[in-house]
Antibody, heavy 121, light 107 residues
Framework: EVQLVQSGAEVKKPGKSLKISCKGSGYSFPTYWIGWVRQMPGKGLEWLGIIYPDDSDTRYSPSFQGQVTISADKSITTAYLQWSSLKASDTAMYFC??????????????WGQGTMVTVSS | DIQMTQSPSSLSASVGDRVTITCQASQDIRKYLNWYQQKPGKAPKLLIYDAFNLDTGVPSRFSGSGSGTDFTFTISSLQPEDIATYYCQQSDNLPLTFGGGTKVEIK
């Protein structure tokens, strides 16, 4: 079964760092782009960026460039999203998702279950 | 960035009704428009890719059409399990962008 399994919910204080994970299985992890999508409470979907695990080619949304870091370790089929200094406005559900083809930027066909990040003092 | 304008933002319809949602892109995106369904507390699910292709296992009551800047998503006969929020997303250019969503409720 093709699936993405994300790490569990996090509660952090402002200014702290955080790294959440997304582990792929059931397919050739290195050769499919993995993206991250944010959903703030009660709001819509926002695309943060994508990474190609085979060579770590990474593209960011201009809105999130410099705010988060996307990485991947193909040896353990895991992608990551990290913050160096969290803000209350980072409170959201974060989904990882796989692009359905490697030939072009495409639809997200497989989604992780989501990781809820809460930033509060 | 390509802006995606979805309408309506919400709708209420009866079981068996035909439901239509539109999505307009701020520039030509050819056929690269995808539709997702998100139920409360769940991850989005891909329904339609490249404007009109149903993803594997998606019921045939769902359909999509359009090209260029104007796209339509249709549920031919609304079922109780279709209660969800639906999002369009363009995949012609980075950054990938989503519409604001349409919340579908049962009347």
């Amino acid at each position: 079964e093709v699936q993405l399994v994300q790490s569990g919910a996090e509660v952090k204080k402002p200014g702290k760092s955080l790294k959440i994970s997304c582990k792929g299985s059931g397919y050739s992890f290195p050769t499919y782009w993995i993206g991250w999508v944010r959903q703030m409470p009660g709001k819509g979907l926002e695309w943060l960026g994508i990474i190609y695990p085979d060579d770590s080619d990474t593209r960011y949304s201009p809105s999130f460039q410099g705010q988060v870091t996307i990485s991947a370790d193909k040896s353990i089929t895991t992608a990551y999203l990290q913050w160096s200094s969290l803000k209350a406005s980072d409170t959201a559900m974060y989904f990882c998702a796989r692009l359905m083809t490697s030939e072009r930027f495409d639809a997200f066909d497989i989604w992780g279950q989501g990781t809820m990040v809460t930033v509060s003092s | 960035d390509i802006q995606m304008t979805q309408s309506p933002s919400s709708l209420s319809a009866s079981v068996g009704d035909r439901v239509t949602i539109t999505c307009q892109a701020s520039q030509d995106i050819r056929k690269y428009l995808n539709w997702y369904q998100q139920k409360p507390g769940k991850a989005p699910k891909l329904l339609i890719y490249d404007a009109f292709n149903l993803d594997t296992g998606v019921p045939s009551r769902f359909s999509g059409s359009g090209s260029g800047t104007d796209f339509t998503f249709t549920i031919s006969s609304l079922q109780p399990e279709d209660i969800a929020t639906y999002y369009c997303q363009q995949s012609d250019n980075l950054p990938l962008t989503f519409g604001g969503g349409t919340k579908v409720e049962i009347k």
